[in-house]
C-alpha cells in the first residue's frame, strides 16, 4: 500500500511559479517511479512528468517540456513538480502517482497509486 498527498497547488498569474509536493508512505519510497498528471474540467487526464526510481531519470510531456521541472527526495519520501513560466492552459488539478511496475510508462492505467490531488489556477 501507498498512501500519497499532494500541496502547494493555489492561484498564480501567468508567466509565475509554483511548486507541488506529493508525500508518500507506506512502501518503501525508492521502490517504485512516480509521476504527476493533471486533468481539466471535460479533459482526459494529461501526462505531465515521471521520475524514476533513484531520480536521474526523467521524462516530461511535450506541453510542459522546457517549463517543469520533476524531482524526487528518497531521503524524505517527496517528489517534487516546480511549475515555472505557468499559462492559464496549465490550469488542472494536478496528481501524483506511484508505478510499483517496470518500463517507462506514460499512461495513467499503469500507475497503481493516487493521491487526492491539489488544484492549480493560472489567470492571464
Known amino acids: 500500500q501507498v498512501q500519497l498527498v499532494e500541496s502547494g497547488g493555489g492561484l498564480v498569474q501567468a508567466g509565475g511559479s509554483l511548486r507541488l509536493s506529493c508525500a508518500a508512505s507506506?512502501?518503501?519510497?525508492?521502490?517504485?517511479?512516480m509521476g504527476w498528471f493533471r486533468q481539466a474540467p471535460g479533459k482526459e487526464r494529461e501526462f505531465v512528468a515521471r521520475?524514476?526510481?533513484?531520480?536521474?531519470?526523467?521524462y516530461y510531456g511535450d506541453s510542459v517540456k522546457g517549463r517543469f521541472t520533476i524531482s524526487r527526495d528518497n531521503a524524505k519520501n517527496t517528489v517534487y513538480l516546480q511549475m515555472n513560466s505557468l499559462k492559464p492552459e496549465d490550469t488542472a488539478g494536478y496528481y501524483c502517482?506511484?508505478?510499483?511496475?517496470?518500463?517507462?510508462?506514460?499512461?495513467?492505467?499503469?500507475?497503481?497509486?493516487w493521491g487526492q490531488g491539489t488544484q492549480v489556477t493560472v489567470s492571464s
Open positions: 521520475v524514476g526510481r533513484s531520480g536521474d531519470i526523467t
Open positions: 507506506g512502501r518503501t519510497f525508492s521502490s517504485y517511479a
Open positions: 502517482a506511484a508505478d510499483l511496475g517496470y518500463g517507462v510508462r506514460f499512461s495513467a492505467r499503469y500507475y497503481n497509486y
